[in-house]
């Protein structure tokens, strides 16, 4: 017989009615069914006769419906009712959270308790964590200051796009008119300014400052989108032109920054007049906070017109040292107040970076496109030089050289390459805090984020190992409370509490150090006016959520598999067993064994390298560079932005030697174009004879210097003289000899065995013959001698517009020295020009060092995470291998073994790791260091010097100290064994 | 056979009536119905068994699970005391109906 009351079911539905009710009628029709076949059959009919003739009672289901609800309204739940029900069913949901909360909270006391309990377990874990998460916190704080930050101030910054290669203002004109772009701009920087803002106060003898600033095209804060903060920006009404508007030929917009720190935030300080580099000029806006021109990673103050007045900016006269400086009256070319807005139509010299701001739908590749066609039009155009210089370069007798020694060749002879003009247009993001290509934001994102991965998965994986250890110890705890009852589900999430509980503590320390680090960071870096985004680095809110959120993936990798193992459900087993053994000994080189000794080989590898670096700072600090670092004294001075014509600087420059030696205990002055041992000097390519009629090319640095260089540093006098010759008092020929005095390195490249005094040098279209060989120089950071330098003699031409850090005077005083001594000699000499930035020669290579430093520091903070994390991992074998060998230990001192030997059995595994490790980390540093020899000619020449450079012993060394970390790292662990009372342990069974 | 109408009608009496006694099943009360009217009224089940919940509902019968040895659990209805009320009232109006009925058609009491 059928089953009725299913039958029913599945023809009559009554969601509508409450289901009790609902339940009754089915029950009820089932029942008058099975009356009706009863009957049926009763009579003699067939069970499917009897069948039929029962079903045939009701036919139409969902008349039935209608008529039951019509006959049951109070059964019936209204719509509203419904709903209703819906909500508490709802209600009861969340009561059901309320007490999952209750438990989560009840976890949280637990694990806290636990953790408590095992305050060196909770140390290790925390502070691993921290070191982890700090580290990551770091890569990502720096990855979001730099890479991630938009332009600060501009608008939709991810539509600009900047020339890679600085062009020429004609030709930028052209790209802004014909390119299509929805805006372009262009301007010339950073370049410094000397600027004093007490014109106006009266307060009497303020001295200039060095700011650094862009000059700029009239489209500049239009095409980049930025707001004035107060007054208004350069060519906001669309005009500029200086011979249009005359006062824009004095106008100056000023940063946030600039008005805040140098003008006291003054509201009125529109209109207000600033000296700027001998000319003055008037405030007429200060622009939107935070920015910093359009590459803010070198960040700009002051933005002047290209139309100003030339007084104000070197930049604007006409370029000296050009083919129309030097022209006929070419002296002429440096006077200020030049005809204004020439550097507007010169095409000779390419010195304006321009963005351009893409239209709605513009896409880079059609932009690269039209600008590429336009430059073809242009250089035909003004291919005048262009073809000058071809014909020249055919005259010129060359051999079979390459392609670079063509290129060296033309930079011998003094000529400039192509203004980049022949080279492929290359375009680039400019949305950031630098133009970079675009595909480098998202390769430094992935670079980073793999970066981070991989620290996070060194911590994890180590905290993961130390975490089943702890988890085998308390296997049978668990087993018991599995065994009572506990859901596996709800203990997984009591062990996940507890790792959790671990990430939010390291996750908190690990921040709390990072923002200590980076806060530190940026505050060295806030007094250098180069830095404008140093207070960018401290972790803002994004930051802050991204470190919380890999703390808590930490926390939950780290929680996760351990906590799965350890309640995996061979109850029996535990509990009989205890801790596993036997069945389930850890293979020796299972994967978690494999990851410690690589742990361990990348750890040595880093301890030498990073001995290797801090040996190389360690070295270059000290190394002995014969000068007088505490009595020679260094000052600088930028006469072309003091508003100096050449022959006025040279005026100068002659003159202040005697008037500085009347300041009491100064007995040396000299002056250079860079400062003193700094590693960036330009180097340059020079040609000297070898034989055969044949010349060979070289790469030197070069350095010009003034008369009594080497007596005002205190160094030893060169053999063979000093430069005493004064090409700035006589006028050399051009085809003459000019003098120059190499350093001992370059005397050995340039010249080999041969003796160099007297020896010719090719360089930039002048012959220089070497009359004497100085130990001047500092080795760099790797190498064991300085770079190849050659000391020219200082001329005019190198005065205006001069470097662009301006001119160094090197003093010698066996007294101290004051710049406001220093400063009145100089202003005694002309008023106009001033002094800044003194300091003796030991503060300049502080500073010079710093930037090695911090990289010093970085790679110290990697070494202490690898050694700390390889030495946690060993720990974490040690613990393990006590507790699975409890019962073998208890056996085994209750036979009387010696404390010794039960610690060298639970080490046992820890030390052969750890010695497998660092015998590998020997090897790959070495090779390592081989490879970077092959890539970098200093680090060979180094590895060539040998042992003074020490990787050998270091090599040696690093796996030691290393070893015996691990060994210390696993003893602590490894002394637990020893108190391993073996009546407890055989009694376990 | 006699129209819906009036089967409607009366449909509720008669279920009042034979619950009068004893309470009885669904099933037996249809069967009463037609064994007692000689196969002239049958209600349908359709009809039937809604007609049963709404004097349920109303407050006139009552139905009660029972389970008897060897039998399927069946729900039985009762008379309340108020369905009683309501089935005199409704024998009177139905014997006062009648009895106007035939003294219109003139017929005499059998």
Redesign the interface.
């Known amino acids: 017989m059928r089953d009725w009351e299913q039958y029913v079911r599945q023809h009559l539905t009554l969601p509508d009615f409450v289901p009790p009710r609902e339940a009754r009628i089915v029950a009820e029709l089932a029942s008058q069914f099975e009356d009706f076949h009863r009957d049926a059959t009763a009579r003699g009919l067939t069970d499917d006769e009897a069948d039929a003739y029962a079903r045939a009672q009701i036919t139409d289901w969902a008349a039935l419906a209608d008529m039951l609800r019509a006959a049951d309204r109070p059964h019936v739940r209204s719509r509203l009712d419904r709903w209703g029900e819906h909500l508490a069913d709802r209600a009861r949901e969340r009561s059901r959270r309320v007490a999952l909360l209750a438990d989560l909270w009840q976890d949280l006391r637990d694990a806290r308790r636990r953790l408590a309990a095992e305050p060196g377990f909770a140390a290790v874990t925390i502070g691993t964590l921290a070191i982890g998460v700090g580290l990551c916190c770091l890569l990502f704080a720096v990855l979001n200051g730099f890479a991630l930050q938009p332009l600060p101030g501009a608008r939709e910054p991810e539509r600009l796009v900047s020339l890679q290669a600085p062009v020429s203002y004609p030709y930028f004109e052209a790209y802004r008119d014909g390119a299509g772009t929805a805006g372009a701009l262009a301007f010339i920087g950073p370049v410094p300014f000397n600027v004093s803002t007490g014109a106006t106060s009266g307060a009497g003898g303020a001295r200039p400052e060095r700011v650094s600033g862009h000059i700029v095209s009239p489209d500049y804060f239009a095409t980049l989108g930025v707001e004035p903060l107060l007054g208004r920006l350069i060519g906001a009404d669309g005009s500029y032109a200086a011979s249009d508007r005359p006062e824009m030929a004095s106008a100056v917009v000023v940063s946030e920054r600039f008005w805040r720190t140098r003008l006291n935030g003054d509201p009125a300080a529109i209109g207000r007049t600033l000296r700027i580099n001998g000319g003055q000029a008037t405030v007429i806006g200060v622009a939107a906070r935070g920015f910093a021109g359009a590459f803010p990673i070198g960040p700009a103050d002051l933005f002047l017109p290209v139309g100003a007045d030339p007084s104000l900016a070197p930049e604007l006269r006409r370029e000296p040292g050009s083919e129309a400086g030097r022209g006929p009256g070419g002296e002429s070319g440096g006077e200020p107040g030049g005809e204004r807005g020439a550097v507007l139509t010169r095409t000779s010299s390419p010195t304006f970076r321009v963005v351009f701001r893409l239209a709605q739908g513009q896409s880079i590749a059609s932009l690269r496109e039209a600008i590429e066609l336009q430059t073809r039009a242009l250089d035909q155009q003004y291919g005048g030089t262009q073809d000058e210089r071809s014909e020249r370069s055919k005259t010129t007798e060359q051999t079979e050289r390459d392609k670079r020694d063509q290129r060296d060749e033309r930079v011998v002879r003094g000529e400039r390459d192509a203004h980049g003009r022949t080279t492929p247009v290359s375009l680039l993001a400019a949305g950031g805090l630098m133009p970079s290509p675009p595909s480098l934001r998202r390769i430094t994102a992935v670079f980073f984020g793999t970066l981070i991965v991989l620290i996070l998965s060194f911590t994890c994986a180590n905290l993961a190992g130390v975490m089943l250890a702890r988890g085998d110890g308390r296997s049978r705890e668990i087993a018991v409370r599995l065994s009572l009852g506990a859901g596996r589900f709800r203990l997984v999430r009591q062990l996940l509490t507890e790792s959790l509980l671990l990430a939010i503590g390291g996750g908190a320390a690990g921040f709390a150090a990072a923002y200590l680090l980076l806060a530190l960071l940026a505050r060295s870096l806030a007094d250098s006016p180069a830095f404008s985004t140093a207070s960018r680095l401290t972790p803002d809110l994004r930051v802050a959520a991204g470190t919380f959120a890999i703390a808590m993936l930490a926390g939950v990798i780290v929680g996760l598999a351990p906590a799965l193992a350890a309640t995996r459900p061979d109850l029996l087993h535990r509990l009989k067993d205890g801790p596993a053994r036997g069945t389930r000994h850890v293979r020796r080189f299972g994967l978690r064994n494999l990851f410690l000794v690589y742990q361990m080989t990348a750890a040595t590898a880093l301890t030498v390298v990073i001995g290797f670096m801090v040996g190389g700072v360690y070295r270059s600090a000290r190394a002995d560079l014969g000068v007088d670092a505490d009595r020679a004294w260094l000052v600088s001075l930028d006469l072309a932005r003091d508003g100096f014509s050449r022959d006025e600087a040279r005026a100068f420059l002659l003159a202040l030697p005697e008037r500085l030696a009347t300041i009491g205990g100064i007995d040396g002055v000299s002056f250079t174009d860079a400062v003193p041992f700094a590693a960036t000097f330009p180097t340059t390519a020079v040609a000297v004879a070898a034989g055969d009629r044949r010349e060979a090319i070289h790469h030197v640095a070069t350095q010009r210097i003034g008369p009594g260089f080497a007596a005002a540093l205190g160094l030893p006098r060169p053999r063979g003289m000093e430069l005493t010759s004064d090409p700035l008092r006589v006028d050399a020929a051009d085809d003459a000899l000019m003098p120059v005095v190499i350093n001992e390195t370059a005397a050995r490249q340039l010249f080999g065995g041969r003796d160099p005094i007297g020896g010719v040098i090719r360089h930039e279209s002048r012959r220089l013959q070497v009359v004497g060989v100085a130990r001047y120089g500092k080795p760099g950071l790797f190498a064991s001698e300085p770079a190849p330098t050659l000391l020219l003699p200082l001329t005019a031409a190198d005065l205006v517009p001069g470097p662009p850090d301006g001119l160094t005077i090197v003093l010698h005083s066996q007294a101290g020295v004051g710049l406001p001594a220093v400063a009145g000699a100089i202003a005694r000499v002309d008023a106009r020009a001033s002094a800044f930035n003194l300091r003796s020669v030991r503060q300049a290579f502080a500073q010079l060092d710093r930037g090695v430093h911090y990289g010093t520091a970085l790679y110290a903070l990697l070494g202490t995470f690898a050694i700390g994390l390889a030495s946690i991992g060993l720990a974490g074998v040690t613990a393990q291998a006590v507790v699975r060998r409890r019962r073998e230990i208890g056996i085994r001192v209750a036979l009387g073994a010696a404390r010794g030997s039960v610690l060298r059995l639970v080490m046992r595994d820890a030390i052969v790791m750890a010695g497998i490790g660092a015998l590998l980390g020997a090897a790959v540093a070495v090779g390592l260091a081989r490879v970077l020899a092959s890539m970098n000619r200093e680090f060979s020449q180094t590895l060539a010097g040998g042992a003074s450079v020490g990787l050998p012993p270091l090599a040696a060394a690093a796996p030691l100290l290393l070893v015996g970390v691990a060994l210390a790292a696993s003893y602590l662990p490894a002394r637990r064994s020893t108190a391993i009372d073996p009546l407890i342990t055989i009694r376990e069974e | 056979m006699f129209s819906a109408e009036l089967k409607k009608g009366s449909s509720e009496m008669l279920i009042l009536s034979l619950l009068e006694d004893e309470p009885r ?3 037996e009360i249809g ?1 009463l119905i037609e064994a007692r009217s000689g196969g002239r009224l049958t209600f ?4 039937l ?3 049963l ?2 004097l349920e ?1 109303r407050g006139w019968i009552k ?1 009660r699970w029972v389970d008897k040895p060897g039998q ?4 039985f209805y009762r008379l309340t005391p108020e369905g009683r009320r309501v089935l005199t009232d409704q024998r009177r109006t139905w014997e006062d109906f009648i009895g106007a009925v035939n003294a219109v058609m003139g017929t005499t009491h059998a």
């Open positions: 099943h669904g099933y069967k349908a089940l359709p009809t068994y809604p007609t919940l709404r509902n139905g399927r659990r069946r729900c």
